[in-house]
């Protein structure tokens, strides 16, 4: 089945969807020892979004620590509906590098509304063209593309759920904005994860997370 896939961008629509806050608890960093960056939120109530989710969630959350080398490496979180809370099943950095001070992105993340618009046919890969235009146009008029075929910076990803073994659903892909282009997102907010995808996975039964990067440099 071909699932339609989206731009988010900044702006407000008719549901919740968001850029940062804390409409989820997220866990400690194991590594630089703060509270994860929830970065996107999505409101399930969307019919635009894959309806099963909407069995055990209310909204999709994107969570990962962006002041350190924990995204580096693949990350498995738990999503408890419940208690509205992601916790850490396995982190496998081995880097263990954190981020100046001064240059750290903000915990929680400024708040702001986004809404999705669908992914153009630029915006999609062709298996036999050598497309750059889908990745010169991710960071610079976007910087989250959410369903939708993903756009690999190297080899492709599949992924089996830690838990349960079965195929993981690819949900979203988040990149820096470029420079010339800050406030994407969040209006005088600028997003930078350097060269970095960071590749969004999610079983539908056991609402496990998990989290791949690949660089372009
Ligand atoms: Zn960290
Ligand atoms: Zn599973």
Request: charged share 20%.
């Amino acid at each position: 089945m071909k699932i339609s896939g989206y731009r988010v961008i900044k702006g407000k629509e008719q549901f919740n969807h968001t850029f940062g806050g804390v409409n989820w608890k997220t866990p400690v960093c194991v590594n630089c020892l703060a509270p994860m960056h929830l970065i996107f939120c999505f409101d399930l109530t969307d019919p635009r979004l894959n309806g099963h989710y909407k069995v055990k969630l209310e909204s999709l959350p994107l969570v990962t620590c962006l002041n350190c080398s924990g995204y580096w490496a693949p990350q498995v979180f738990q999503l408890d509906p419940i208690a509205n809370a992601i916790t850490i099943v396995k982190q496998t950095d081995v880097e263990h590098w954190i981020m100046e001070d001064e240059d750290k992105l903000p915990v929680p993340l400024p708040l702001s509304n986004v809404k999705l618009i669908p992914l153009t046919k630029k915006d999609i890969l062709l298996d036999d063209l050598d497309n750059d235009e889908s990745f010169t146009l991710f960071g610079s008029e976007y910087i989250c593309r959410l369903l939708g075929p993903p756009l690999f910076a190297t080899d492709k990803i599949q992924k089996r759920c830690s838990s349960c073994s079965k195929e993981m659903q690819y949900i979203a892909t988040v990149c820096s904005e470029d420079y010339d282009s800050e406030g994407l997102i969040h209006e005088g907010f600028s997003f930078h994860i350097g060269e970095s995808f960071i590749f969004f996975y999610l079983c539908t039964d056991c609402l496990r997370l998990e989290t791949e990067m690949q660089s372009t440099s």
